[in-house]
């Protein structure tokens, strides 16, 4: 698996030492950023582009939650997943305002080590299949503009077309005028395949025409 950055942000050394410490135990190849407060942890956030952050609640500059809110307003960043901590700020409604913040997980200080762990592993793996979600998604938009080129050809083909009553050249959109194979082929996927219908062998070459068809026409003539 790549390498997965995590940014920590905390005003606190020793809690930022603490969860480094746990994710480094885990073996996983993580890569890990500190933060001191909430307007660094943005600037970092902004510059490197984590797959997690990890942020306090109660930090001088900025706060967590102005943080979260700041990160999750920029185009680049908004999809970041973030996880706030706390030991002060642990009631249900905390954990609703730092959900309705942006967040996606909230843990209560002091940080547990099997919790954290496993909290990480899972929203990782949950950004994961947003990305996956994501570049599915992009690749049905792609189709399906494609698509639609190709039925604005073929509705180009059931409208009405300009087409001069002596020579049976078609307009195009530009005016030019092109002949019926050339203009279909390039409004088109159909090909062409050359014949020559029994009118214009009559009218052409008549001798064969005769060959051709003589029998045929007595035969019909006779049964009438």
Not at 60 to 77: C, L, Q, Y
Not at 182 to 203: L, R, W
Request: charged share 30%; glycine share 4%; proline share 4%.
């Amino acid at each position: 698996m790549d390498e997965r950055k995590i940014l920590i942000i905390d005003d606190q050394p020793i809690n930022i030492e603490q969860i480094v410490n746990f994710l480094e135990e885990t073996g996983e190849s993580y890569r890990l950023f500190q933060a001191i407060d909430g307007e660094m942890g943005c600037e970092v956030a902004e510059k490197i582009v984590p797959d997690l952050i990890i942020t306090d609640w109660e930090m001088p500059v900025m706060s967590g939650i102005e943080a979260v809110k700041r990160i999750k307003s920029r185009k680049a960043t908004k999809d970041i997943p973030i996880i706030m901590s706390s030991g002060v700020m642990t009631t249900s409604e905390n954990l609703k305002t730092a959900l309705e913040a942006g967040a996606v997980d909230y843990i209560r200080k002091p940080i547990d080590k099997i919790e954290l762990i496993a909290r990480v592993r899972s929203i990782l793996l949950l950004a994961d299949s947003y990305v996956e979600i994501r570049h599915q998604r992009d690749e049905l938009g792609e189709k399906n503009r494609d698509l639609k080129i190709a039925i604005d050809k073929v509705k180009t083909l059931n409208g009405l077309l300009p087409i001069c009553s002596s020579c049976k050249k078609i307009r195009d959109d530009k005016g030019y005028w092109n002949e019926v194979e050339t203009y279909v082929k390039e409004h088109s996927d159909a090909e062409f395949s050359h014949g020559i219908c029994p009118e214009c062998v009559k009218e052409l070459y008549p001798d064969i025409y005769e060959q051709m068809y003589g029998n045929s026409r007595t035969s019909t003539s006779h049964t009438h």
